[in-house]
């Protein structure tokens, strides 16, 4: 079960995106009525109209799964996974609907702290009434700011600032539509460092087993056969699953 505090963050999470980490894009919004009502030719006839912004908003709500999933942990998680499956030699084992539930929950066990953060700061003054709904906004977007910044490469921020052609005084004051495509690279980049150390010790075990079948002259068998037992008997005595997600947890310093 998803703890209460999580269903909340991640009801407020559709505003922050929204919002695009600023709450001053809220205050030059006006009102958005749910609809129009016009006084009909007839007395007391009316009509009503659903407004076109209502049709917008619900038209950015489509692309929140994709920001939620570039925004935390799971692109790492799950790049990692599929170069693992790939290094083992296995096509559809584990299947990709236990590798995508599996990052899922790990995403949440990682962001938990930046949730409960966001929670305390910012969630849980506007139930209570303390603060406004811009307030809440601009308090828990703070959280995740600093932890895409603390995932982020120097290198990767200032290309998305040459590329979009602007300067900040500091790290806190970037966009975060600069932010955003700088840490997803970030992210790419250490998935990938982490692939390549796993791959090395399988890679090891195919060239040892092509060795020697064609040491033996048994050339038309294939080694990804001979060599698959030895990857998955390898894998599982060293605690292969522990230790990739212990890895995964302490690159983000947990």
Known sequence: MIPVYLKRCLYLTPLILLAGWSPAVFADLPGIPAFTMT?????????????????????ALTFLPAMLMMMTSFTRIIVV?????QALGLQATPSNQILLGLALFLSIFIMKPVLE???RVGLQPYMTEEITSLEAVER???PFRQFMLGQTRESDLGLFMRIADEQYDS??????????PAFVTSELKTAFQ?????FIPFLIIDMVVASVLMAMGMMMLSPIIIS???KIMLFVLVDGWALIMGTLAASYGI
């Open 39 to 59: 006084p009909g030719e007839e007395q007391g006839v009316q009509e009503y109209s659903v407004t076109l912004q209502i049709l917008a908003l619900m038209t």
């Open 81 to 85: 996974f599929a170069i693992l499956r």
């Open 117 to 119: 953060e966001a929670n």
């Open 140 to 142: 828990a977007s703070m």
């Open 171 to 180: 790290p806190e004051d970037v966009s975060f539509w600069v932010l955003l």
């Open 194 to 198: 982490i692939g390549f150390i796993l």
């Open 228 to 230: 698959l037992p030895f």
